[in-house]
């Protein structure tokens, strides 16, 4: 993690509207891949989630919701004050991020048991990714509600290699 990057962080959780303001300019002109070269700390992360959730709810500034997001997955945190994150992406049907939304759930499968509503319309999403993660989450769950029933019955039918990975692993899911 850059000291740079460590600062933009701080002023970003900060609560303060000028220092988010100015810590979403310099993470937007960071070039892209800048955090896959150097990524935040996650022991930093999670001691800064409650700001990062709460910057999440209240959005004060176009722009955090996003970053919180990114930051929040980056450090593979899931816990349940992370739900409402990720189930919102869930259901947002312009949302860039949705593959990284399914990574995530499918790190904490327990808080996620319901959640089937929400899965159901991505089974049939254009997004090839998003299908097979689909799949993959919920071949990860212990049991199966409805939604996720009927998202598998839709991913049966996918033509996609990977897609049929996972729902073959699906087979014996309570």
């Not at 000291?3 to 979403?24: C, H, P, T, W, Y």
């Not at 970053?67 to 004050?81: E, G, K, L, N, T």
Request: net charge neutral.
């Amino acid at each position: 993690m850059l000291i740079k990057d460590q600062q933009a962080f701080l002023d970003f959780v900060s609560g303060e509207r000028s220092r988010i303001e100015n810590a979403l300019k310099e993470l937007e002109a960071r070039e892209r891949g800048h955090f896959e070269d150097h990524p935040m700390s996650p022991k930093l992360v999670k001691a800064h989630l409650s700001a990062l959730v709460a910057l999440w709810h209240r959005n004060p500034v176009e722009g955090c919701r996003d970053w919180a997001f990114q930051f929040v997955a980056d450090a593979r945190v899931v816990d349940p004050s992370v739900k409402p994150l990720i189930t919102s992406a869930l259901a947002d049907k312009s949302c860039t991020y949705l593959p990284t939304a399914l990574y995530l759930m499918s790190t904490r499968t327990d808080l996620f048991a319901d959640v089937g509503e929400l899965l159901l319309p991505l089974a049939s999403s254009p997004d090839r990714e998003v299908r097979w993660r689909v799949a993959y989450v919920i071949s990860k769950m212990k049991t199966l509600d409805t939604g996720m029933r009927q998202a598998l019955r839709i991913l049966r039918d996918d033509k996609d290699h990977t897609t049929q990975v996972y729902v073959e692993a699906c087979k014996g899911i309570a």
